[in-house]
């Protein structure tokens, strides 16, 4: 890669869903990744180019894994400019490509995040008219290179994009419910629970099924990108040979496909016939057992194991309230069937632990994009798991 990756540490940034950056920095240390920094919203690191190729290939979490190209200190957007054109743009991608700026900030006095972006863009296309004659291409949609710019209050970080797409774009996803999780937020969850692929897990409110989805590539071992590409393929100087050696690695740690102790159901039979057709664009057909029936009809199909749901939080006051009237229905329901499994509940709906009745073991805080959310954990034991009186969460 241009700047000297294989031959030495490069810094670099992996964004994150809020609340997701220990089980990254996990993710991260496996790949062999340097300096881990989890900061709020993501991971600090170093690493070569085969880190940043296992990174983006491998990571469950991970949002995005970004490279630091330049880092220094700024009064206005002219020290942006000049900040950018300290980069050799040309050694990263040709003339015939094109390119895509997104400046986002943090308390950054400046009057417009936009603007910052077109002094940036300025840079890069004077950088290249210096050295070619000529400018490459904005493309704002579909992009061969991606360039990030964060702002803090005095310092300004220039960022080239080795993903791309999002990495929670795994390329499977046919068709969802409302609302779905993305990927890598239903993949950090399991984590988090504890999942690891050898326990029975259930998802009783699977919609489309990206908990399944997630479960299964957990169990048998798949890397999550593994059929996607990825933003470093279109660099100047992309080592195709490493790049497949890598990908040749991580698939020998694949597990053979079988039938897996993951259940899914659902009340809505034509969420579950889109779960289906996600899974099969997965490739794991018929590996995970579906059925059409409401949640409190569910029952365990082994003595213990991991249940794990994201029950929907309504808006209007009609959905608070049957919601309110499901909840202590949930917790009988897990008291008299589940004895010996965890229950592991997302939801935006805080209300979900004091009108459940059950005592958490956790709650580990969350965010679906902006919205705040918990994870309660419920281990769920033989006798009486009733609280006497509610916590505050």
Not at 299 to 310: C, E, F, Q, W, Y
Request: hydrophobic share 40%.
């Amino acid at each position: 890669m241009p700047g000297g990756c294989r031959l030495k540490p490069q810094h670099f940034f992996a964004p994150c869903p809020r609340g997701l950056e220990a089980a990254l920095a996990d993710e991260l240390a496996s790949v062999g990744a340097r300096d881990i920094a989890p900061v709020d919203g993501g991971v600090g690191f170093t690493g070569d180019e085969v880190v940043m190729m296992r990174a983006n290939l491998e990571s469950r979490t991970a949002s995005r894994v970004l490279l630091r190209l330049v880092h220094g200190r700024y009064l206005d957007e002219r020290d942006v400019y000049q900040l950018a054109h300290t980069v050799d743009w040309p050694s990263w991608f040709s003339l015939e490509q094109t390119f895509k700026i997104k400046t986002d900030g943090v308390n950054a006095p400046v009057k417009s995040l936009d603007f910052v972006s077109l002094k940036v863009k300025d840079a890069i296309c004077d950088r290249f008219r210096d050295a070619t004659g000529a400018r490459p291409s904005v493309d704002t949609r579909v992009p061969d290179i991606r360039v990030h710019v964060f702002l803090m209050r005095d310092t300004a970080t220039v960022y080239l994009d080795t993903s791309g797409e999002p990495l929670f774009k795994r390329g499977w996803r046919g068709e969802t419910g409302e609302a779905p999780l993305r990927e890598n937020l239903a993949a950090g969850i399991l984590l988090i629970a504890g999942y690891d692929g050898s326990q029975p897990l259930v998802d009783p409110m699977c919609g489309s099924g990206t908990f399944l989805v997630e479960a299964a590539d957990i169990a048998l071992k798949r890397a999550p990108g593994r059929n996607r590409r990825f933003g470093f393929e279109a660099f100047a100087d992309f080592d195709s040979a490493q790049w497949q050696q890598v990908k040749k690695v991580v698939k020998a740690m694949e597990r053979e496909p079988e039938p897996l102790m993951i259940w899914g159901s659902d009340r809505d039979r034509r969420m579950i016939e889109t779960a289906e057709r996600n899974l099969a664009q997965a490739g794991l057909k018929g590996l995970v057992r579906l059925k059409a029936q409401d949640v409190l009809d569910t029952r365990p199909p082994a003595g213990n194991g991991i249940l794990i749901a994201n029950p929907p939080y309504g808006v209007r006051l009609d959905e608070q309230d049957a919601l309110a009237a499901l909840y202590p229905s949930l917790g009988a329901w897990l008291k008299q069937y589940w004895a010996g499994w965890t229950a592991n509940f997302f939801t935006g709906d805080l209300r979900l632990a004091k009108l459940i009745r059950l005592t958490p073991k956790r709650r580990v805080p969350l965010y679906n994009g902006a919205l705040e959310c918990r994870l309660f954990a419920i281990p769920m034991v033989s006798g009486s798991n009733r609280k006497d009186k509610p916590d505050a969460d």
